[in-house]
């Protein structure tokens, strides 16, 4: 049974930092390319930031500079290391666990999701 459990939201002023973590287990975690997504209210679901199996990183434009992702392959867990954090970052986030294969999408797993607040 595939599990994804995010952890370390919460609620932090403006200008603030947290760090959110995702343990994975049930997978063979370093050949799944590792996300981290959210979703704001009345919003759809979108891309933060992504690792690939091979350690290349993505970022949204919104969290260029500010958001860092790393993934430590013999712990199996994905972190996010959010820095200069605004309101419009309030949203809950989502860690994804996805299996590409010649660009075909073989598995995809998502976590339950932690809230992320931003405000004064």
């Known amino acids: 049974q595939v599990q994804l459990v995010e952890s370390g939201g919460g609620l932090v002023q403006p200008g603030g930092s947290l760090r959110l973590s995702c343990a994975a287990s049930g997978i063979l975690f370093n050949t799944y390319a590792m996300g981290w997504y959210r979703q704001a209210p009345g919003k759809q679901r979108e891309l933060v930031a992504l690792v690939t199996s091979g350690g290349s990183m993505n970022y949204a434009d919104s969290v260029k500079g500010r958001f860092s992702i790393s993934r430590d392959n013999a712990k199996s867990t994905v972190y996010l290391q959010m820095n200069s954090l605004n309101p419009e970052d309030t949203a809950v986030y989502y860690c994804?666990?996805?299996?590409?294969?010649?660009?075909?999408?073989?598995?995809?797993?998502w976590g339950q999701g932690t809230q992320v607040t931003v405000s004064s």
């Open positions: 994804n666990a996805r299996r590409v294969v010649y660009g075909s999408i073989k598995d995809d797993h």
